[in-house]
């Protein structure tokens, strides 16, 4: 798997991601700006209930400036068996029933979802519970984590 053009494909996801949340929140201002939102009476939150959404969709954009400039400065390295688990891998789960998922260990963007070479990929953070059990780990490893009421195990089949 070519990694650096992986990484360039997760850069264009977030840069889609960022162009939505910045047109979002230009309308969002627009809105919170605009002459006839002003209120008439103390009753009248239109404009007071668009500046709230303007400011959430103001965060969202620096979410997305934040995550594109850490993914830009992410080394493309690639894993081997021998290698521990860490920022930057590729990892192939395969579980109970031999249902295979991707997941690239990135250092934002936890729970985004793509597509790559006909591959879904999510991108997971060490900070979430399946990341933490995953770092550190090598290939044939066995993890196991509790998923409300039920717990999964997997099996560490490829790193990348």
Do not use: W
Not at 48 to 69: F, I, M, N, P, T
């Amino acid at each position: 798997m070519n990694k650096q053009s992986l990484l360039e494909h997760i850069l264009a996801a977030l840069e889609s991601a960022y162009t939505v949340a910045a047109d979002a929140a230009k309308q969002a201002h627009d809105t919170a700006t605009h002459e006839e939102n002003v209120a008439e009476n103390k009753y009248d939150t239109l404009g007071l209930e668009a500046s709230y959404l303007a400011q959430g969709q103001a965060q969202r954009v620096s979410e997305c400036e934040a995550d594109l400039a850490v993914f830009k400065n992410l080394d493309a390295k690639v894993f081997s068996e021998t290698m521990p688990i860490a920022l930057g891998a590729l990892v192939k789960l395969r579980d109970e029933e031999n249902v295979e998922q991707l997941l690239f260990l990135g250092p934002s963007a936890g729970g985004l979802k793509l597509t790559f070479y006909q591959d879904v990929i999510t991108l997971i953070t060490p900070s979430a519970p399946l990341g933490k059990l995953l770092v550190g780990r090598f290939v044939d490893d066995e993890i196991e984590i509790s998923l409300g009421n039920k717990k999964q195990c997997y099996e560490i089949s490829s790193v990348y």
